[in-house]
């Protein structure tokens, strides 16, 4: 049983290091300018609504298990 736990974290491991380098930064051609005003990702757009939708589940589902009693 000591076995099957070492192999699967450190497949657990190998996998998180390779999903975290999984792409390489590079620009070769100088291309593709981030300035200021210039988003970073798309996800940079909608953050204040995703923290709203966020804090909007927190309440729901603290709200639900409240009143199931867990």
């Keep these: 049983m000591k076995t099957i736990n070492k192999l699967v ?7 998180a290091v390779s ?8 620009n070769p051609g100088g291309g ?5 005003g210039a988003p970073a990702s798309p996800v940079d757009m ?4 995703l923290s709203g939708v966020a804090i909007l589940f ?3 589902f603290a709200k639900k298990i409240k009143r199931q009693k867990i």
């Design 9 to 15: 974290t450190s497949a657990f491991f190998l996998s």
């Design 19 to 26: 999903i975290i380098n999984a792409q390489a930064v590079t």
């Design 32 to 36: 593709g300018v981030v300035g200021p």
């Design 46 to 49: 909608y953050i204040y609504a």
């Design 58 to 60: 927190i309440v729901f």
